[in-house]
Protein backbone atom coordinates (compact mmCIF):
# COMPACT_ATOMS: atom_id res chain seq x y z
CA UNK A 1 0.00 0.00 0.00
CA UNK A 2 0.92 3.67 -0.62
CA UNK A 3 3.16 4.90 2.39
CA UNK A 4 1.39 7.96 4.02
CA UNK A 5 4.46 9.61 5.34
CA UNK A 6 5.24 10.43 1.91
CA UNK A 7 4.57 13.85 0.80
CA UNK A 8 5.41 14.29 -3.05
CA UNK A 9 6.92 17.74 -3.58
CA UNK A 10 4.46 20.09 -4.43
CA UNK A 11 6.56 21.88 -7.11
CA UNK A 12 7.01 19.28 -9.11
CA UNK A 13 4.08 18.96 -11.13
CA UNK A 14 3.46 18.30 -14.75
CA UNK A 15 3.74 22.06 -15.85
CA UNK A 16 6.16 22.67 -17.91
CA UNK A 17 5.29 26.05 -18.63
CA UNK A 18 8.81 27.97 -18.93
CA UNK A 19 9.10 31.07 -16.40
CA UNK A 20 9.19 34.39 -18.26
CA UNK A 21 11.76 36.17 -15.88
CA UNK A 22 14.69 35.35 -14.36
CA UNK A 23 15.00 35.79 -10.62
CA UNK A 24 17.34 38.49 -10.90
CA UNK A 25 16.49 40.53 -13.88
CA UNK A 26 19.14 43.24 -14.59
CA UNK A 27 17.84 46.71 -15.25
CA UNK A 28 19.04 47.37 -18.48
CA UNK A 29 18.97 51.41 -19.71
CA UNK A 30 16.45 52.05 -22.11
CA UNK A 31 14.43 48.77 -21.07
CA UNK A 32 12.81 49.29 -17.84
CA UNK A 33 9.72 48.84 -19.74
CA UNK A 34 9.81 45.44 -21.63
CA UNK A 35 6.93 44.42 -24.48
CA UNK A 36 6.06 46.67 -27.11
CA UNK A 37 8.54 49.82 -28.22
CA UNK A 38 7.12 52.54 -29.70
CA UNK A 39 9.22 54.38 -32.91
CA UNK A 40 10.47 57.75 -32.54
CA UNK A 41 7.92 60.49 -33.34
CA UNK A 42 7.84 61.89 -36.75
CA UNK A 43 8.32 58.45 -38.44
CA UNK A 44 4.90 58.16 -40.26
CA UNK A 45 4.71 61.87 -41.36
CA UNK A 46 2.62 62.32 -44.90
CA UNK A 47 4.40 64.14 -47.61
CA UNK A 48 3.74 67.35 -47.34
CA UNK A 49 3.89 68.13 -51.27
CA UNK A 50 2.26 66.78 -53.62
CA UNK A 51 3.84 64.30 -56.07
CA UNK A 52 2.75 64.91 -59.49
CA UNK A 53 1.24 61.74 -59.70
CA UNK A 54 0.21 61.54 -63.81
CA UNK A 55 -2.19 59.31 -65.11
CA UNK A 56 -2.77 57.88 -68.16
CA UNK A 57 -6.59 58.10 -69.23
CA UNK A 58 -8.60 55.37 -69.21
CA UNK A 59 -10.97 54.02 -71.58
CA UNK A 60 -11.12 50.97 -71.17
CA UNK A 61 -15.11 49.46 -71.44
CA UNK A 62 -14.69 46.39 -72.83
CA UNK A 63 -17.04 45.89 -75.97
CA UNK A 64 -19.43 43.30 -75.86
CA UNK A 65 -21.57 41.98 -78.77
CA UNK A 66 -24.57 40.23 -78.16
CA UNK A 67 -23.24 37.30 -79.27
CA UNK A 68 -19.91 37.62 -76.84
CA UNK A 69 -22.46 38.20 -74.08
CA UNK A 70 -24.31 34.74 -74.96
CA UNK A 71 -21.53 32.71 -74.88
CA UNK A 72 -20.33 34.49 -71.77
CA UNK A 73 -23.31 33.21 -70.21
CA UNK A 74 -23.20 29.41 -71.82
CA UNK A 75 -20.28 29.00 -70.61
CA UNK A 76 -21.21 30.06 -67.35
CA UNK A 77 -24.54 27.80 -67.27
CA UNK A 78 -21.65 25.01 -68.52
CA UNK A 79 -19.76 24.79 -65.47
CA UNK A 80 -22.96 24.57 -63.27
CA UNK A 81 -23.87 21.06 -63.82
CA UNK A 82 -27.35 21.78 -62.17
CA UNK A 83 -28.68 24.85 -64.02
CA UNK A 84 -31.11 24.37 -66.38
CA UNK A 85 -29.93 25.17 -70.43
CA UNK A 86 -33.53 26.31 -71.20
CA UNK A 87 -33.21 30.10 -70.35
CA UNK A 88 -30.17 30.07 -72.44
CA UNK A 89 -31.67 29.05 -75.43
CA UNK A 90 -34.66 31.12 -75.18
CA UNK A 91 -33.07 34.23 -74.04
CA UNK A 92 -33.37 37.80 -75.58
CA UNK A 93 -31.04 39.82 -74.83
CA UNK A 94 -31.91 43.80 -75.12
CA UNK A 95 -29.44 45.49 -73.07
CA UNK A 96 -25.64 45.55 -72.71
CA UNK A 97 -24.40 48.30 -70.25
CA UNK A 98 -21.05 48.85 -70.55
CA UNK A 99 -19.28 50.59 -67.31
CA UNK A 100 -16.19 51.20 -66.08
CA UNK A 101 -14.75 49.82 -62.65
CA UNK A 102 -11.83 50.28 -60.84
CA UNK A 103 -10.08 49.22 -58.01
CA UNK A 104 -7.78 51.33 -55.83
CA UNK A 105 -5.21 49.21 -53.71
CA UNK A 106 -3.03 50.52 -50.67
CA UNK A 107 -0.59 48.81 -49.15
CA UNK A 108 1.68 50.05 -46.45
CA UNK A 109 4.69 47.51 -45.22
CA UNK A 110 5.15 48.37 -41.27
CA UNK A 111 7.39 47.36 -39.07
CA UNK A 112 7.02 46.59 -35.04
CA UNK A 113 9.62 46.31 -32.43
CA UNK A 114 9.10 44.31 -28.86
CA UNK A 115 11.48 42.77 -26.63
CA UNK A 116 10.62 40.18 -23.78
CA UNK A 117 12.85 38.01 -21.57
CA UNK A 118 13.39 34.36 -23.23
CA UNK A 119 15.34 31.52 -21.83
CA UNK A 120 17.36 28.21 -22.71
CA UNK A 121 18.87 25.54 -21.18
CA UNK A 122 22.50 26.36 -20.64
CA UNK A 123 24.90 23.78 -21.84
CA UNK A 124 28.26 26.39 -21.52
CA UNK A 125 27.39 27.82 -24.93
CA UNK A 126 29.66 30.64 -24.75
CA UNK A 127 28.04 34.05 -23.75
CA UNK A 128 28.62 37.14 -25.14
CA UNK A 129 28.66 40.27 -22.74
CA UNK A 130 30.80 43.12 -22.96
CA UNK A 131 29.56 44.66 -19.92
CA UNK A 132 28.23 47.84 -22.00
CA UNK A 133 24.81 48.85 -21.87
CA UNK A 134 22.94 47.01 -24.78
CA UNK A 135 21.86 49.13 -27.90
CA UNK A 136 17.96 50.87 -28.02
CA UNK A 137 16.07 48.35 -29.81
CA UNK A 138 15.49 51.00 -32.75
CA UNK A 139 19.30 51.12 -33.28
CA UNK A 140 19.46 47.10 -33.94
CA UNK A 141 20.15 46.67 -37.59
CA UNK A 142 16.83 44.57 -38.96
CA UNK A 143 16.08 44.81 -42.48
CA UNK A 144 13.43 42.65 -44.64
CA UNK A 145 14.31 40.40 -47.43
CA UNK A 146 11.32 41.69 -49.40
CA UNK A 147 9.24 44.80 -49.42
CA UNK A 148 5.67 44.22 -48.74
CA UNK A 149 5.78 40.35 -47.74
CA UNK A 150 4.92 39.76 -44.12
CA UNK A 151 8.12 38.59 -41.96
CA UNK A 152 9.45 38.13 -38.41
CA UNK A 153 12.84 38.11 -36.98
CA UNK A 154 14.09 36.90 -33.97
CA UNK A 155 17.05 37.79 -32.25
CA UNK A 156 18.91 37.97 -29.24
CA UNK A 157 19.93 41.91 -27.94
CA UNK A 158 23.83 41.81 -27.27
CA UNK A 159 24.82 42.19 -23.82
CA UNK A 160 22.04 40.95 -21.93
CA UNK A 161 22.77 37.56 -21.36
CA UNK A 162 23.15 36.20 -18.13
CA UNK A 163 23.08 32.76 -16.54
CA UNK A 164 20.88 31.14 -13.55
CA UNK A 165 20.13 28.57 -11.54
CA UNK A 166 17.21 26.29 -13.20
CA UNK A 167 14.12 27.70 -10.77
CA UNK A 168 12.11 24.81 -11.89
CA UNK A 169 14.24 21.84 -10.73
CA UNK A 170 16.13 23.93 -8.38
CA UNK A 171 19.52 23.39 -10.64
CA UNK A 172 19.02 19.22 -10.50
CA UNK A 173 18.27 19.00 -13.80
CA UNK A 174 15.78 16.60 -12.97
CA UNK A 175 12.17 16.37 -11.32
CA UNK A 176 10.52 14.46 -8.85
CA UNK A 177 8.28 12.38 -11.04
CA UNK A 178 4.89 13.38 -11.23
CA UNK A 179 3.43 10.18 -12.26
CA UNK A 180 4.64 8.17 -8.94
CA UNK A 181 5.57 10.99 -6.79
CA UNK A 182 9.09 9.89 -6.80
CA UNK A 183 8.51 6.50 -5.55
CA UNK A 184 9.27 4.40 -9.02
CA UNK A 185 6.44 2.44 -8.95
CA UNK A 186 2.76 2.68 -8.21
CA UNK A 187 0.31 0.12 -6.76
CA UNK A 188 -0.55 -2.59 -9.29
CA UNK A 189 -3.71 -1.56 -10.84
CA UNK A 190 -4.52 -5.56 -11.46
CA UNK A 191 -5.05 -6.28 -7.39
CA UNK A 192 -5.10 -2.64 -6.21
CA UNK A 193 -2.06 -3.41 -4.14
CA UNK A 194 -2.95 -6.24 -2.58
CA UNK A 195 -0.68 -8.84 -4.30
CA UNK A 196 -3.10 -11.22 -4.77
CA UNK A 197 -5.39 -12.78 -7.72
CA UNK A 198 -8.82 -10.80 -7.45
CA UNK A 199 -11.12 -13.70 -6.72
CA UNK A 200 -9.04 -16.26 -4.97
CA UNK A 201 -10.12 -17.72 -1.77
CA UNK A 202 -8.54 -17.35 1.42
CA UNK A 203 -7.07 -20.74 2.02
CA UNK A 204 -5.36 -20.74 -1.53
CA UNK A 205 -4.29 -17.56 -2.22
CA UNK A 206 -3.07 -17.20 -5.60
CA UNK A 207 -0.19 -14.03 -6.25
CA UNK A 208 -1.22 -11.54 -8.74
CA UNK A 209 -0.12 -12.40 -12.58
CA UNK A 210 0.60 -8.47 -13.30
CA UNK A 211 3.14 -7.31 -10.22
CA UNK A 212 4.13 -11.16 -9.40
CA UNK A 213 2.65 -10.98 -5.87
CA UNK A 214 4.45 -7.44 -5.01
CA UNK A 215 1.31 -5.45 -5.40
CA UNK A 216 3.46 -2.97 -7.07
CA UNK A 217 4.05 -2.41 -11.05
CA UNK A 218 6.91 -0.15 -12.47
CA UNK A 219 6.24 3.45 -13.33
CA UNK A 220 6.85 4.05 -17.02
CA UNK A 221 6.61 7.66 -16.93
CA UNK A 222 9.96 8.12 -15.26
CA UNK A 223 11.40 4.10 -16.22
CA UNK A 224 11.50 3.05 -12.40
CA UNK A 225 13.76 5.88 -11.51
CA UNK A 226 11.59 8.41 -10.22
CA UNK A 227 12.60 11.33 -11.57
CA UNK A 228 11.92 12.78 -14.88
CA UNK A 229 14.13 15.37 -16.92
CA UNK A 230 13.20 19.01 -16.12
CA UNK A 231 11.97 19.95 -19.80
CA UNK A 232 12.72 23.56 -19.04
CA UNK A 233 16.37 23.24 -18.87
CA UNK A 234 16.42 20.14 -20.68
CA UNK A 235 18.75 18.29 -17.70
CA UNK A 236 21.41 21.37 -17.47
CA UNK A 237 20.11 22.81 -13.79
CA UNK A 238 20.87 26.20 -15.47
CA UNK A 239 19.16 28.05 -17.86
CA UNK A 240 20.23 31.19 -20.19
CA UNK A 241 18.71 34.03 -19.89
CA UNK A 242 19.02 37.04 -22.32
CA UNK A 243 16.64 40.17 -23.95
CA UNK A 244 14.93 39.05 -26.98
CA UNK A 245 14.04 41.83 -29.81
CA UNK A 246 10.97 40.69 -31.77
CA UNK A 247 10.84 42.60 -35.32
CA UNK A 248 7.66 42.14 -37.36
CA UNK A 249 7.10 43.38 -40.86
CA UNK A 250 3.49 43.52 -41.78
CA UNK A 251 1.82 44.04 -45.19
CA UNK A 252 -1.28 46.20 -44.46
CA UNK A 253 -3.56 46.26 -47.81
CA UNK A 254 -6.87 47.89 -48.35
CA UNK A 255 -8.90 48.63 -51.89
CA UNK A 256 -11.92 50.37 -52.97
CA UNK A 257 -14.40 49.37 -55.65
CA UNK A 258 -15.56 52.52 -58.05
CA UNK A 259 -18.49 50.13 -59.34
CA UNK A 260 -22.35 50.89 -60.29
CA UNK A 261 -23.72 47.49 -60.46
CA UNK A 262 -23.90 45.31 -57.60
CA UNK A 263 -21.88 42.52 -57.92
CA UNK A 264 -19.85 41.40 -54.25
CA UNK A 265 -15.87 42.86 -54.13
CA UNK A 266 -14.84 39.43 -53.73
CA UNK A 267 -15.70 38.40 -57.04
CA UNK A 268 -14.00 41.25 -58.46
CA UNK A 269 -10.85 40.55 -56.08
CA UNK A 270 -10.04 37.50 -58.17
CA UNK A 271 -10.86 38.09 -61.28
CA UNK A 272 -8.27 39.32 -63.91
CA UNK A 273 -8.25 43.28 -64.39
CA UNK A 274 -5.69 45.79 -66.40
CA UNK A 275 -3.24 47.58 -63.98
CA UNK A 276 -3.35 51.38 -65.29
CA UNK A 277 -1.38 52.72 -62.52
CA UNK A 278 0.76 52.40 -60.09
CA UNK A 279 3.44 53.83 -57.47
CA UNK A 280 5.46 52.77 -55.17
CA UNK A 281 7.29 55.17 -52.60
CA UNK A 282 8.46 55.82 -48.88
CA UNK A 283 5.31 58.05 -48.55
CA UNK A 284 2.81 58.42 -50.92
CA UNK A 285 0.57 61.35 -51.93
CA UNK A 286 -3.33 60.71 -52.44
CA UNK A 287 -4.29 60.50 -56.33
CA UNK A 288 -6.03 63.66 -57.15
CA UNK A 289 -6.08 63.67 -61.17
CA UNK A 290 -7.75 60.14 -61.82
CA UNK A 291 -10.82 60.58 -64.18
CA UNK A 292 -13.33 58.89 -61.12
CA UNK A 293 -14.07 60.91 -58.82
CA UNK A 294 -14.72 58.31 -56.07
CA UNK A 295 -11.19 56.53 -56.78
CA UNK A 296 -9.16 59.90 -56.04
CA UNK A 297 -11.76 59.71 -52.85
CA UNK A 298 -10.51 56.34 -51.53
CA UNK A 299 -6.75 57.12 -52.26
CA UNK A 300 -7.05 60.43 -49.87
CA UNK A 301 -9.27 58.70 -47.25
CA UNK A 302 -7.19 55.54 -47.00
CA UNK A 303 -3.80 57.41 -46.94
CA UNK A 304 -5.49 59.45 -44.13
CA UNK A 305 -6.39 55.90 -42.48
CA UNK A 306 -2.88 54.20 -43.04
CA UNK A 307 -1.59 57.18 -40.95
CA UNK A 308 -3.60 57.13 -38.07
CA UNK A 309 -4.21 53.35 -38.19
CA UNK A 310 -0.15 52.63 -38.47
CA UNK A 311 1.25 55.84 -35.98
CA UNK A 312 2.51 52.98 -33.78
CA UNK A 313 4.39 51.01 -36.29
CA UNK A 314 7.02 52.64 -38.59
CA UNK A 315 5.72 52.58 -42.02
CA UNK A 316 8.77 51.92 -44.52
CA UNK A 317 6.85 51.71 -47.81
CA UNK A 318 3.74 52.60 -49.42
CA UNK A 319 2.65 51.23 -52.91
CA UNK A 320 -0.87 51.95 -54.44
CA UNK A 321 -2.44 50.78 -57.89
CA UNK A 322 -5.40 51.48 -60.03
CA UNK A 323 -6.83 48.30 -61.90
CA UNK A 324 -9.18 48.70 -64.70
CA UNK A 325 -12.27 45.75 -64.42
CA UNK A 326 -14.37 45.58 -67.25
CA UNK A 327 -18.11 45.18 -66.75
CA UNK A 328 -21.11 44.64 -68.97
CA UNK A 329 -24.90 44.42 -67.32
CA UNK A 330 -26.78 42.53 -69.71
CA UNK A 331 -30.55 42.70 -69.74
CA UNK A 332 -32.73 39.96 -70.90
CA UNK A 333 -35.84 38.99 -71.89
CA UNK A 334 -37.22 35.30 -70.69
CA UNK A 335 -40.63 34.13 -70.88
CA UNK A 336 -41.66 37.94 -70.26
CA UNK A 337 -39.56 38.50 -67.14
CA UNK A 338 -36.57 40.93 -67.52
CA UNK A 339 -33.81 39.57 -66.12
CA UNK A 340 -30.00 40.93 -65.83
CA UNK A 341 -26.50 39.12 -65.17
CA UNK A 342 -23.14 40.88 -65.11
CA UNK A 343 -20.00 40.35 -67.41
CA UNK A 344 -16.98 40.86 -65.42
CA UNK A 345 -13.36 40.74 -66.01
CA UNK A 346 -10.66 40.49 -68.28
CA UNK A 347 -12.12 36.45 -69.19
CA UNK A 348 -15.45 37.89 -69.37
CA UNK A 349 -16.76 36.14 -65.97
CA UNK A 350 -20.62 35.92 -65.32
CA UNK A 351 -22.29 36.78 -62.23
CA UNK A 352 -25.92 36.10 -62.52
CA UNK A 353 -27.73 35.65 -58.92
CA UNK A 354 -31.36 35.77 -60.29
CA UNK A 355 -30.91 32.75 -63.26
CA UNK A 356 -34.25 31.44 -63.82
CA UNK A 357 -33.23 27.70 -63.18
CA UNK A 358 -30.18 27.33 -60.77
CA UNK A 359 -31.45 24.11 -60.14
CA UNK A 360 -32.61 21.24 -62.51
CA UNK A 361 -34.92 20.01 -58.81
CA UNK A 362 -36.53 23.52 -59.59
CA UNK A 363 -38.00 22.56 -62.96
CA UNK A 364 -41.52 20.52 -62.43
ZN1 LIG B 1 7.53 7.72 -11.99
ZN1 LIG C 1 -0.93 -6.91 -8.86
ZN1 LIG D 1 15.58 22.59 -14.73
Redesign the pocket.
Known sequence: MENPNFYPDINNNNDDAPPSYPDNPIQFDGYQNLGFCAPEPGNNQPFLQEKNNVLPIFNDNQILTEEDAEDALVAFVGEHCCYGKGPVKNLEITDLKPSNTYRYILESFTETRSTKYVSEPYFQQIIVNTGAPPPHPWSIPVTPNQLFIDQKVLLEIPNTAQVEICKKCSGRGNRTCYSCSGRGRKS?I??HGS?HKHNSNHHHREN?F??SGT?FSNCHTCGHTGFILCKICSGSGRLKWYLQLTVEFKNNKDDFFSKTEFIPDELLRNCLTKNTFSDTNLRLFPITNHPNKYINEASSSLLGQHYTKFNQCKILSQRHEVDSIPINLVTYNYKNKILNYIIYGLESRVYAPDYPQKCCCNIL
Do not use: A, E, S
Open positions: CHCGCFCG
